[in-house]
């Protein structure tokens, strides 16, 4: 629905509109991309979309802040997720020390880290007017070297309780997904629910004519900074309890993959429309994709080199049937 | 909802201020003198601290590090003037040091070829952002694990060696200062000239300032757009020479964090983002002050964790500060 060019969202329910439903292609590609892997392994097993569902939980959290950001427009990025996850995680694990005793505050800590590391941004942006990527690198910057002075370079021991919530699982489906999904249904309600998506979208499409209609342009930028920020810590710690602990680079691989779940998802990444669905199945194509890759033996270099070509193939594609 | 205030020229300040005039002088004209004022605070520093660097064996064994950030930032500046940013700008130049300590050393026409192969593939990445429409970004991003991957298959752990000649051209004496010097002025010389006073160069400035008037005075953007990546790509190729000439062995992941830090040179150079603006003279001087810095935390028993949030206060700070002085510059214009 177009009014006076802003796109006026209508409510979660009434949103599955079927003619133009984008999240059908990315969930399409992420079946076939399993029957493919069920192929090369030689057996036909859900465990292994069960797996890699967990996996693309966290690949979801980060990419669904990553779209809120790319959908300001005038080419924002948030350059900062991988280290942003870190730090949330690395805070979590140390105040927590290891224990449940004080487990809620740390993870009201790690979140805070999150949504703070967010808004730093977001004023550095608003502020000073620098690009999101430059400003959001400055963060991650200042991010991962509290990370280096937080571990000595070393694992940090998470609570007991966050790693039987990462790993525990009923009939494979882990307790992850759920959290992952409940949160993107949060982060659905929010954008869909109230103004905030409205003016989301105002400012993607043109930040200029959202000022002058009296948009809170930079509430909304400095917020939807602390939003992806917010997730990239949820990411971040969820990922520490699963993995039974946190490192120094855990969130290496989440900045390419939360793009490129946008990009498979087919949201433009020009700015003015988010699509959370169809992000989520992008990340789940994501996480299959990188398992088959695994799974059908190819050297790490052949890996990296179809990722990459996957990722400027599909943007393009995109981007082409959009005109 | 509230409607947004129309700002008034002049309505902030209705009365002439009796200092404005007095201000004016403060106010710095040059868009490099940040980079400028930082690079004597480092090299100051470094002098105090370690006096025996300011040799010329001392200072070539500073500075050399130096040389492929210097290009880097360079080709991630000329990315910028057209309005792009280059996010595998660190693998492009691991990719050229693998190349060159590897295929250079054995065939020296087969490596030259392949350096020509990354130049062609900067204009392709050029393309595919004009042609689709797609940001840069995205493009660049992708490309990086490409290039990550080549890396990795020609030359999956550290290794190789430099060609001879390459040691010994780089590794010249020459008078006065050290021939490091010498290759960083002449590459600030090269873009300046290119940039600022070659006919041409106004073409690839317009395309990141003003993209309706280089379209409309007949100047196709797809061209502009390839050659700024076809530049690139050749700076891409002379920072990965360097890397090889400096740390004589071929590692793709040694490059990586160039990436960053090429960013915050160019700010603090005094570049504008979203294009339009160079100041190669600038990004020199920034590339070489911020590695100067890391050498300096070093001096200080700084532990190294802190290079990277030094770097991005850095960052901050002259981000912050070029804000002030240009409200300054803008407060005494109205006056």
């Known amino acids: 629905m177009k009014m006076n060019g802003l796109v006026q969202e209508p409510n979660f329910v009434q949103r599955v509109d079927w003619s133009r439903a984008r999240w059908v292609f990315p969930l399409g590609a992420s079946l076939l991309l399993w029957l493919a892997a069920c192929g090369i392994s030689g057996r036909f097993t859900v465990d292994l979309l069960l797996d890699n569902i967990t996996v693309a939980s966290f690949v979801a959290l980060v990419a669904v802040g990553q779209m809120l950001v790319v959908g300001l427009g005038d080419g924002s990025f948030d350059l900062s997720i991988p280290y942003v996850m870190t730090v949330a995680a690395y805070l979590c694990g140390k105040s927590s020390g290891g224990s449940n005793t004080y487990l809620v505050l740390a993870l009201l800590a790690g979140l805070a880290v999150g949504a703070l590391a967010g808004a730093f941004t977001g004023v550095l942006v608003v502020g000073p007017g620098l690009p999101p990527v430059v400003a959001t690198l400055a963060t991650g910057y200042i991010a991962y ?55 989301l979208h105002a400012i993607g499409q043109s930040r200029a004519a959202a000022a002058l209609t009296g948009v809170p342009v930079k509430r909304v930028v400095v917020g939807t900074f602390m939003l992806s920020g917010l997730l990239a810590a949820i990411a971040g710690i969820l990922l520490s309890g699963y993995a039974g602990g946190a490192f120094a680079d855990m969130g290496d691989t989440y900045l390419i993959a939360s793009v490129a779940a946008i990009v498979v998802g087919g949201t433009s990444v020009r700015g003015g429309e988010t699509a959370i669905a169809a992000t989520a199945f992008g990340a789940t194509t994501i996480a299959l994709l990188i398992a088959l890759l695994e799974l059908s033996g190819a050297a790490i270099g052949v890996q990296d080199i179809v990722q990459g070509a996957v990722i400027i193939g599909v943007v393009m594609v995109v981007t082409r049937a959009q005109r | 909802m509230k409607v947004a205030e129309a700002p008034v020229p002049g309505a902030l300040h209705p009365g002439p201020a009796p200092h404005a005039r007095q201000l004016r002088w403060l106010v710095p004209s040059s868009r490099g003198w940040t980079a400028g004022l930082l690079l004597v605070v480092v090299a100051a520093a470094t002098a105090i601290l370690r006096p025996a660097t300011m040799s010329v064996t001392g200072a070539s064994l500073l500075l050399g590090p130096a040389l492929p950030l210097v290009f880097a930032s360079l080709a991630q500046m000329v990315i910028i003037l057209v309005g792009d940013f280059d996010l595998g700008i660190g693998y492009a130049v691991g990719l050229v040091n693998v190349l060159t300590a590897t295929a250079l050393t054995t065939n020296p026409f087969y490596g030259v070829a392949l350096m020509i192969v990354m130049v062609l593939a900067y204009v392709a990445m050029g393309a595919i952002v004009e042609l689709f429409h797609v940001p840069a970004i995205v493009v660049t991003l992708g490309a990086s694990f490409i290039w ?30 050290p021939e490091q010097v010498y290759i960083m002025v002449a590459g600030a010389l090269v873009m300046w000239w290119v940039l600022r006073r070659w006919r041409y160069g106004i073409v690839l400035r317009g395309l990141g300032n003003n993209r309706a008037a280089l379209v409309n005075s007949g100047w196709s953007p797809l061209w502009t757009r390839l050659c700024a990546y076809a530049l690139a790509g050749v700076l891409v190729d002379v920072a990965g020479l360097l890397t090889t000439s400096v740390t004589t062995s071929a590692d793709i992941n040694a490059s990586a964090t160039l990436t960053l830090i090429t960013f915050a040179v160019v700010v603090v150079g005094g570049c504008r983002f979203g294009g339009g603006i160079v100041v190669p003279g600038g990004v020199v001087a920034a590339a070489v002050a911020f590695s100067l810095l890391a050498s300096v935390l070093s001096f200080l028993n700084v532990a190294a964790a802190w290079n990277t949030a030094v770097e991005g206060l850095v960052l901050v700070a002259a981000v912050g500060m070029r804000w002030f002085v240009e409200g300054l510059r803008r407060y005494a214009r109205r006056h």
């Open chain 1, 145 to 199: 070297t509290i990370v280096l002075l937080m571990g000595n370079g070393s694992q940090v021991i998470v609570a007991p309780g966050l790693i039987s919530f990462g790993q525990n699982s009923w009939h494979g489906l882990t307790l992850v997904v759920l959290a992952a999904v409940v949160v993107m249904v949060a982060v659905a309600l929010l954008r869909g629910q109230g103004r905030y998506g409205m003016y």
């Open chain 2, 148 to 177: 990550l991957g080549v890396g990795l298959t020609i030359q999956p752990t550290p290794g190789g060696t430099a060609a001879s000649w390459l040691e010994t051209t780089t590794n010249a004496t020459w008078p006065v200062v």
